[in-house]
């Protein structure tokens, strides 16, 4: 079954063609960084009118490099995501889906991003630990069974994605914060400026805006910051990041006795993220499946990955609602784990 992908959530204009949920025949993703950077950040309506002008060629060039095959639905995202962005990617899939007969599923975006790493291993399957963690999410969510979602833990105030975001800006190191944070901390020395790692003892949930703000003061103790200076406070500020999101997903895998852990969301592509979680998880005989990096940040093939299993489900019949929800947190739990056996520290 080929999967017809679109995703337009926020300011990536996204296609591609999944078969049978895993194999991607062709992803093609139009970035609009280059036209928020300016405003370090992403302008709803600049966003909503550059997809408009840029989803046809998208899913045009996505089909042309599947080449000759026949699709047999479309998967698109309904939300969370800006409201008008959203209704570019839904109104286009309606259409095409009217036209041509095919039908058109809505798709959870947190829910892509969970299940991205299955792009990458065929053989993955549930029960498995999910940690998301992208621009506007940080969730720790239990998988037991395909299409069962338990809340494990969500960050309380920023996500961290936000978080590297604004620690950029802070510096002037233009936007998206992540990837440039990231080369900068590789080059830095993270003993030489250490941050409070906010643990929240007592509770699977994350916040990074305290140590937002003890980056926002660290900066404001002298006038001008050398470069070298800048990329310790970066390793300094990563290190913190890093620690908390590996600590605890490792520790709520153990307390849940789950063997597999799997990671997804524009985040995920943190090199020290990456390797912490790979060298930590071996210690304590955990298996961690990393979205790759080109599938971490926005893409269409994980919204016809997820498209694929929900057709696949009973779901399907009375599940499939395209209304556009641009909420931050869909309801798609089916409920909260309670916070149990809680380690105090990393
Ligand atoms: O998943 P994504 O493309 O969009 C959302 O759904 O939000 O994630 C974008 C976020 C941005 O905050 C960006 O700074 C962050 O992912 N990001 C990174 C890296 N690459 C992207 N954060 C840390 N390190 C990276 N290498
Ligand atoms: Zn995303």
């Known amino acids: 079954m080929n999967i017809l992908g679109i995703e337009t959530s926020c300011d990536e204009t996204a296609a591609a063609i999944v078969k049978n949920g895993r194999q991607i025949l062709s992803s093609v993703v139009s970035t609009q960084i280059p036209l928020h950077q300016p405003y370090f950040g992403v ?162 949930d994350f916040s990074f805006s305290g140590l937002k703000t003890a980056v926002l003061y660290r900066l404001r103790e002298k006038k001008k910051w050398s470069l070298a200076q800048k990329k310790n406070v970066c390793a300094g500020f990563q290190e913190a990041v890093v620690d908390i999101l590996v600590g605890k997903t490792l520790a709520a895998a153990a307390a849940l006795k789950i063997k597999t852990v799997v990671v997804g969301g524009g985040v995920a592509a943190n090199s020290r993220l990456r390797s912490q979680l790979t060298s930590k998880s071996r210690e304590k005989n955990i298996r961690v499946l990393l979205a790759s990096p080109h599938f971490c ?14 057709l696949q489900s009973k779901l399907k019949k009375n599940k499939n609602d395209l209304r556009i929800q641009p909420q931050l947190h869909l309801p798609f739990y089916k409920g909260r784990l309670p916070a149990f056996k809680i380690p105090v520290a990393s």
């Open 43 to 204: 302008v709803p309506e600049l966003a909503s009118r550059t997809h408009v002008l840029t989803i046809n060629r998208v899913i045009d060039e996505t089909l042309k490099k599947a080449g000759k095959i026949s699709i047999d639905a479309i998967g698109v995202t309904v939300g969370p995501g800006l409201a008008g962005a959203l209704l570019v990617g839904k109104m286009t899939a309606e259409a095409l889906g009217w036209v041509r007969g095919w039908p058109v599923v809505g798709v959870n975006h947190i829910e892509g991003h969970l299940l991205s790493p299955l792009l990458d291993d065929p053989d993955l399957k549930p029960p498995f630990l999910g940690l998301v963690v992208s621009g506007g999410h940080t969730e720790l969510i239990y998988v037991p069974r395909w299409n069962t979602y338990e809340l494990v833990g969500r960050t309380r105030d920023d996500a961290a994605g936000e978080a590297f975001d604004k620690v950029a800006r802070m510096m002037d190191l233009g936007y998206p914060g992540g990837p440039v944070v990231d080369k900068m901390a590789a080059q830095g020395h993270a003993a030489r400026c250490l941050f409070p790692k906010p643990w929240l003892p007592g509770t699977w």
């Open 297 to 310: 940040t926005d893409n269409a093939a994980m919204i016809a990955s997820v498209a694929y299993f929900k």
